[in-house]
T-cell receptor, first 113, second 114 residues
Framework: DVKVTQSSRYLVKRTGEKVFLECVQDMDHENMFWYRQDPGLGLRLIYFSYDVKMKEKGDIPEGYSVSREKKERFSLILESASTNQTSMYLC????????????FGQGTRLTVV | GQQVMQIPQYQHVQEGEDFTTYCNSS?????IQWYKQRPGGHPVFLIQ?????EVKKQKRLTFQFGEAKKNSSLHITATQTTDVGTYFCAGPRAGGTSYGKLTFGQGTILTVHP
């Protein structure tokens, strides 16, 4: 059974802190994604990785970075958390090649105070 | 850039009523996917449509892909309380290293009153 696991369900951090959100998938998928979900805005792509150590900026990469040292793990880093980064963060993975569905993790609700 | 618009943003129905959400893309899509997110949950894949004019059914859910492959709809017949949630459409991004990158619509939040 396909599984994408995010390290935390809820997280509260202070402004200026460096924040790490971890995501692990067990399906040997090449592609991994980080989305941000806000009411009325749908899912917005922050960063994307199609292979180990490969990454591409999405639509809203400012204030974020990512790391993919192993195929199964994709980390999202908030270099210096700000209150406008309070949001739901969703990790997803998919196979390369052809139209393929995305499998999502359970999400991390991040609050920056 | 590519935009995927979804309407309505909210829909409140009485249990037993029908529900439809519409999805329109600014560009022609090779396929369109639909996802459902239950309250407090994460998006879960429902279906993918690939062919122009394609219609697929899953029990009370009917999915359509437009002839021009720029729009799609999801219709639920006789809604039940288990249908509550947010329904998203998503289309693959055009050009470059697409690698399965999707553009999501804003979603339609469905509330069903018993």
């Amino acid at each position: 059974d396909v599984k994408v696991t995010q390290s935390s369900r809820y997280l509260v951090k202070r402004t200026g802190e460096k924040v790490f959100l971890e995501c692990v998938q067990d399906m040997d998928h090449e592609n991994m994604f980080w989305y941000r979900q806000d009411p009325g805005l749908g899912l917005r792509l922050i960063y994307f990785s199609y292979d180990v150590k490969m990454k591409e900026k999405g639509d809203i990469p400012e204030g974020y970075s990512v790391s993919r040292e192993k195929k199964e793990r994709f980390s999202l880093i908030l270099e210096s958390a700000s209150t406008n980064q309070t949001s739901m963060y969703l990790c997803a993975s998919s196979l390369t090649g052809g139209p393929t569905e995305a499998f999502f993790g359970q999400g991390t609700r991040l609050t920056v105070v | 850039g590519q935009q995927v618009m979804q309407i309505p943003q909210y829909q409140h129905v009485q249990e037993g009523e029908d529900f439809t959400t519409y999805c329109n893309s600014s560009t022609t899509l090779s396929n369109i996917q639909w996802y459902k997110q239950r309250p407090g949950g994460h998006p879960v894949f429902l279906i993918q449509l690939v062919k122009s004019g394609e219609v697929k059914k899953q029990k009370r859910l009917t999915f359509q892909f437009g002839e021009a492959k720029k729009n799609s709809s999801l219709h639920i017949t006789a809604t039940q309380t288990t249908d509550v949630g947010t329904y998203f459409c998503a289309g693959p991004r055009a050009g470059g290293t697409s690698y399965g990158k999707l553009t999501f619509g804003q979603g339609t939040i469905l509330t069903v009153h018993p």
